[in-house]
């Protein structure tokens, strides 16, 4: 009992008899405005009709990616139950749980992710789902190092995915600094526990250089002018909001879909270098051959011109070298129903290569 009150408890009391109730965030009107406040798309499990009514719409439920290309990328892989694949990007699991259901009871899928904040959550739902270790391994590593699996599966892979895209668990969380419509440190990498962040990259990078990034990862047109603008305004780029307030007050009359558009290809353009992603991606090309084994199959699912351009390359000079026995010359693009559906698979191409039978 308190000694100065005797007829109320001390804290210590209170806390042990009467847990305290946190009432959960709730928002005005009938929308949420803030990410926090999305707890019924935070939570899809419990709100199964709210995350519907959210795709419904052609909106990506918060904290959540929807696979894209699905159909497509199960017909180029032509996957058989007791098959061995890779799946090279795991991010919320929506391609891994559709390669599993085609592969078991008797195949195996390593699934692959740089993401220390998303993987984990990702193999929880998977695991909890019944997907087991004898099925599914889940590993903590860049794709980059696709070397090293050789030697673990010397018999190579039946099949490999790649989903190059960044997730959308990523581009809407905005501690991430992934987007400039959230006030969030400038941040961009996948893996935020490696490497610097686009913000110390720009307090650092030389204006020549970072017009040279913005024209060839994202074909900005007003690269030099932007270079000038975020180099001139350093300080000001520690933000995703500060960057972009830097363009938007040099650009007043752009309309706002230009606007839009012109962010969109900044972040990209910062995201990639940060990433390294298309080095990263060449290494992976260069090793996927020994990977595969013979008449393997391997699908690639790509979002940038930059990122298609090297697929397409070395799936052809792989074909004229006699690596591979066949490669989609022509890209294969998500339907009209689904990018209707999903406004984020439309920049989607895919691309796949079949190893030749040796």
């Known amino acids: 009992m ?34 926090q406040e999305k707890y019924k798309e935070l939570n899809p499990e419990d709100h199964k009709e709210a995350v519907a009514h959210v795709i419904s719409r052609g909106q990506t439920p918060a904290g959540m990616h929807i696979p894209i290309c699905v159909p497509e990328i199960l017909d180029a892989l032509k996957l058989k ?12 699991g ?13 195949g195996h899928l390593t699934s692959l992710d740089v993401d220390p904040i998303e993987l984990p959550k990702t193999e929880a739902r998977l695991r909890a789902e019944g997907y087991a270790e004898q099925n599914l391994t889940v590993r903590r590593m860049n794709f980059a190092a696709l070397s090293g699996l050789v030697y673990e599966f010397p018999q190579g892979f039946d099949f490999i995915l790649a989903d190059l895209g960044v997730s959308s668990m990523q581009l ?29 990259f720009l307090m650092k990078v030389k204006q020549d250089d970072l017009a040279e990034i913005l024209f060839e990862f994202s074909d900005e047109p007003q690269a030099l002018r932007i270079s000038e603008l975020l180099c001139a305004s350093r300080a000001h780029c520690a933000t995703t909001k500060g960057l972009a307030e830097v363009i938007k007050q040099n650009y007043l009359k752009m309309e706002d879909a230009e606007m ?42 790509t979002f940038h011109s930059g990122e298609d351009r090297r697929v397409k390359h070395a799936f052809q000079e792989g074909f004229r070298s006699g690596i591979y026995e066949s490669w989609s010359k022509e890209p294969v693009r998500p339907s009209f129903q689904e990018q209707r559906e999903n406004p984020r698979s439309t920049c989607a191409k895919l691309r796949f290569a079949v190893k030749a039978k040796e």
């Open 81 to 92: 139950p007791g098959m061995i694949g890779l799946d090279a990007t795991l991010g919320y």
């Open 260 to 301: 839009r558009k012109m962010l969109q290809r900044v972040f990209q353009a910062l995201r990639i270098q940060v990433n390294q992603e298309f080095s990263v991606l060449d290494q992976f090309l260069t090793h996927l051959p020994a990977a595969l084994a013979p008449g393997g199959r391997v699908a690639i699912l």
């Open 172 to 200: 809407d969380t905005p501690s991430r600094g992934f987007s400039y419509k959230f006030q969030a440190p400038l941040d961009l990498r996948l893996n935020p526990q490696k490497g610097e962040s686009a913000a110390q």
């Open 2 to 35: 308190n000694p100065e009150n005797p007829s109320f408890p001390n804290s210590a009391e209170q806390s042990s008899e009467t847990p305290v109730h946190t009432r959960r965030i709730r928002y005005r009107g009938t929308h949420p405005r803030k990410f």
């Open 94 to 106: 929506g391609h891994t749980r559709k390669l599993l259901n085609e592969i078991l009871p008797t």
